[in-house]
């Protein structure tokens, strides 16, 4: 892991590039001298890391004392993209534009990248928790699809928030069963393009004795502030 | 208004029976000398204000800064029963020990007993409101069919939290789209006797702009503890 660069932010959380590898990142670390607790984040569908929306939720949960880290999946963000990667998302344009159905491009396009994606995400960890800053435990926030497949498959990530809204893939509502972790689930309650049934179906299916769905009005980025006040004190309660 | 009983509890909240005619009420204060917020507290289908789970509720509450305020509905808690009262109560007792159908006679028996509480809700909130120790707004918490009536025709109610484990008249469904505070819905997904698919649509059916959500797992009387401290948030950002 090399840090390409470094800011200190107005509240002390110190936000670093990263590369491990291929992989482009971003840390975010608290003031404090004390190791902190983890929480890997990321968007839904391969979202950029650099995204407006998600630096703003990781600089204010480090401020709360978290160290956050985000990753660019494969042919997302600031990584190349293959030809096959510009193909179905010029399908997936073309699709939306036209009012067809989308969720086979869908399963075509985030189910692969859900396989090469939760890999990067084991060796990020494996070497985030090389860090003398960063303690245990591991929390995991956002892209619900990464986070199921990451949930069951890796033991270090002790609690979850997941966004209702985004492309699960077949093989993640499967794998939901084997999540037992704690988890906070949110949805957007008119969520354009993401059936609300499927996100209550999903949030039915999940192992965990113990789950909170959380549903607010209004479209896929409405989400209140005071939802990421509410998952601050969820992994209050599970990483702390 | 008359004040009955008074006790001092370890928290310094002032706990109070009161009578005002013949409804019996209890009232909450908290230690601090400024004029507090209200929040009219209730259970679901008139169970009694000295209920174990509603006392600790609203104690905690008042220890937040809030005066809080319970009466017994007619022919429930502390109040005489009727003929009819008792009649409709065995009924459901016997329906519910054979697994009959209850609908009907919860309709019968929560359809007139909100017609007949929500009255009764409004002079306690004057005779409340006459008092120097507490000051506007006002919250409601607890019993849906209740508060919906409450919130429809209650200028005075700013923000509600509804309980959604207790049956909702037909009458109270329809108003639900009349109700239009914030408010805060507070789902037990595997709720025996009260049908999840029933309490989802009831959220989707409210006509305020700001709604949320909040389901967890487990029974009727499974809620976490949490809920309370969310709550207490909830009304914190719409009462102070």
Same sequence: chains 1, 2.
Avoid at 28 to 55: D, K
Avoid at 204 to 228: I, R
């Amino acid at each position: 892991m090399h840090f390409t660069s470094a800011q200190r932010l107005d509240d002390g959380v110190l936000e670093r590039e990263f590369t491990l590898g291929e992989i482009p990142g971003t840390l975010w670390t608290p003031e404090s001298a004390a190791p902190a607790p983890l929480i890997l984040m990321a968007h839904n569908n391969g979202l950029p890391r650099a995204a407006a929306r998600l630096v703003a939720r990781a600089r204010h949960t480090a401020a709360y004392g978290y160290a956050v880290a985000a990753v660019d999946a494969p042919g997302c963000g600031d990584r190349p993209r293959s030809a096959a990667d510009e193909q179905v998302r010029a399908d997936l344009r073309r699709a939306m534009q036209a009012g067809e159905p989308v969720d086979d491009i869908f399963e075509s396009f985030i189910g692969p990248l859900v396989e090469r994606a939760v890999p990067e995400w084991r060796a990020t960890l494996d070497a985030l928790l090389a860090l003398p800053e960063i303690g245990g435990p591991v929390g995991y926030s956002g892209w619900t699809a990464v986070g199921i497949r990451l949930a069951a498959v890796e033991p270090r990530i002790a609690a979850a928030g997941f966004f209702a809204g985004g492309y699960v893939p077949r093989a993640q509502r499967e794998e939901a069963r084997q999540v037992t972790i704690p988890l906070l689930f949110l949805l957007q309650w008119d969520d354009e393009g993401n059936p609300r049934q499927r996100a209550l179906d999903l949030f039915d299916a999940f192992g965990s004795k113990e789950k909170t769905l959380h549903a607010n009005m209004g479209g896929h980025t409405g989400t209140p502030w005071f939802e990421v006040e509410d998952g601050g004190r969820f992994f209050g309660r599970h990483l702390k």
